[in-house]
């Protein structure tokens, strides 16, 4: 396509910056390749080197190493999101937020200690919640 000069130049620069990160695995150095979803060239190299990364990962262990640090990654950026979550479901606490941000900005707090204040108010409402739904 009229694109395969920028793509040919763009694929020389991701293979440069590959080279100024740190490796990631000993068995495998990741590869840049110029593929096109139009045109439908390179799409087998693609597949070709998806498999080959697979099955050399595997045998040395290393696809599932990696997969369980995912999965303990996937794990605590999933509560983060739930608890963060949970807390905005609380107006009152939103409220508390504020007024601890604008207390920090005036120095009248630390932020360890807003953080504490938040953390047991936060608490305080989970407690309500559930006394309350322990009542009905």
């Keep these: 396509g009229f694109n395969v000069k920028n793509a040919n130049a763009a694929r020389a620069i991701y293979q440069q910056a590959l080279h100024l990160q740190q490796q990631v695995s000993a068995e ?4 840049v390749l110029v593929a096109s979803a139009h045109t439908g060239s390179g799409i087998d190299d693609v597949w070709k080197l998806i498999s080959a990364y697979k099955e050399q990962t595997s045998t ?13 990654e ?15 479901n609380f107006k009152i606490l939103q409220i508390e937020k504020k007024k601890l941000e604008d207390q920090i900005l005036e120095q009248k707090i630390s ?5 504490e204040v938040l953390l047991e108010a936060y608490h305080r409402e989970v407690r309500k919640l559930k006394d309350s739904s322990l009542k009905v």
């Design 28 to 31: 495998w150095t990741p590869k």
């Design 74 to 88: 996937w794990f605590q950026d999933q509560f983060q999101y739930l608890l963060t979550s949970d807390f905005k």
């Design 111 to 115: 932020a360890k200690r807003a953080a």
């Design 60 to 72: 040395s262990g290393f696809f599932d190493h990696n997969r369980h640090l995912q999965n303990m």
